[in-house]
């Protein structure tokens, strides 16, 4: 099974500070990686697809960079919306792992 | 609309069943793959089980398989997930969502499982 492991597991930041996720699998997934967005009580979101598509709909101050191994989420400057948990999974093989999540705090 | 909307969810008691049920609408559902994901309390988001458009193909996560079965009804525009020999452990919120082009584009609200005696 292919591992993704996210850094850090939790971050707290301001509202407008520039933001970068991690996630590094463990072994190449070429760029079958995905991000979603999780809020309390709510159903994930897609957020970035095939490691740098943005979903529709999707805010342009969120944007996605990697392949292979090593991958990046990154937010431009963070809005109130934006606290909450963020997932990568990856898309190239069975079982579709998730990352552990990255929980953005509010500082 | 893209709607998903999960049901069947509820308290069991370990060794039991429960099945759950995802009501597809707003889309061709016969023409897209889909997918259980589930969050346990505190914990992470993890895929569980895979089903092609037309059921060819299947695939689970190694901790459900030979307890839980996916299937769909394309006539109905329903997803399952027949859950057996339930554990403590699979105590969860489970998410039906769809398989975009690339990635999990469109998930349900999420139904509750709890199993504990």
């Known amino acids: 099974d292919i591992q993704m492991t996210q850094s850090p597991s939790s971050l707290s930041a301001s509202v407008g500070d520039r933001v970068t996720i991690t996630c590094r699998a463990s072994?190449?997934?070429?760029?079958?990686l995905n991000w979603y967005q999780q809020k309390p009580g709510k159903a994930p979101k897609l957020l970035i697809y095939a490691a740098s598509s943005l979903q529709s709909g999707v805010p342009s101050r969120f944007s996605g960079s990697g392949s292979g191994t090593d991958f990046t989420l990154t937010i431009s400057s963070l809005q109130p919306e934006d606290f909450a948990i963020y997932y990568c999974?990856?898309?190239?093989?069975?079982?579709?792992?998730f990352g552990q999540g990255t929980k953005l705090e509010i500082k | 609309e893209v709607q998903l909307v999960e049901s069947g969810g509820g308290l069991v008691q370990p060794g039991g069943s429960l099945r759950l049920s995802c009501a597809a609408s707003g889309f061709t559902f016969s023409g897209y793959s889909m997918n259980w994901v589930r969050r346990a309390p505190g914990k992470g988001l993890e895929w569980v089980s895979y089903i092609s458009s037309s059921s060819t193909t299947i695939y689970y996560a190694d901790s459900v398989k030979g307890r839980f079965t996916i299937s769909r009804d394309n006539a109905k525009n329903s997803l399952y997930l027949q859950m057996n020999s339930l554990r403590d452990e699979d105590t969860a919120v489970y998410y039906c969502a769809r398989e975009g082009i690339v990635g999990l584009d469109y998930w349900g609200q999420g139904t509750l499982v709890t199993v504990s005696s």
């Open positions: 999974q990856q898309s190239y093989s069975t079982p579709r792992t």
């Open positions: 072994q190449s997934i070429s760029s079958y």
